[in-house]
């Protein structure tokens, strides 16, 4: 029969609880070493991932083929290095402000502008270290390990995928021209630009022919 007491199922109070109870004892342990490992290697990391950079790959690309003679791709690499240092620095200098309760107008689309510019700076340079080669493009791994045989160059894919990412950063996330926009009438002051004003229907709004 059905007599007798009912038994608590596994999922018994778990209602009442948060997502993060669920965590067991020896995951959180584990999660707490493996963050404390990662904050021992954080300089090794550090120091591989400027090695791996975008300013020090394409360096090395065009030492490998002579393009560093260029006065023009040396002046893009320097450039390409010092905006990589100036978002690592306002990136450290946010999070000084955050931790302080502070903001700094307008850093988040300064931000995103200097993305923008590093992307079209790293797709211009790429592309005329490798020359010609820059045209020739891998979807697949099979593909890419003809192509990486046939050039003898495993990094251009690297290239070319950024070339063809490079167009995406400044229209995502809202557009250089919005970003600018902001900062000029919200961290600078400036006057709005000429538009239908706030409280026009969207319906009465200018439409293209």
Known sequence: GGGGSATPGTIAGDLVKRAGDF?????????KAKKAEATADEPKAKKKANDLGSAALLANMARGNGTIDDPTIRQGLAQLYIMGEVGRLNTERS?????????????????????????????DLGLAIVGPAGMLHAYTPDDQAALNEATGNPFLVAVTSTALYAQAPPIYGGTDQIQRNIIGE???GL???????????????PKNA
Not at 23 to 29: I, Q, Y
Not at 97 to 106: V, W
Not at 198 to 204: G, Q
């Open 23 to 31: 965590v067991s004892e020896k995951k959180a342990a584990k999660a």
């Open 95 to 123: 999070k000084a402000a955050r931790a302080q309760g502070k903001d700094i107008p307008g850093i988040g689309n300064i931000a995103k502008l200097s993305m923008s510019h590093i992307v079209r700076l790293q797709r």
């Open 186 to 188: 919200r961290v600078l």
């Open 191 to 205: 006057p709005k630009e000429p538009g239908p004003g706030k409280e026009t229907p969207f319906s009465e709004l």
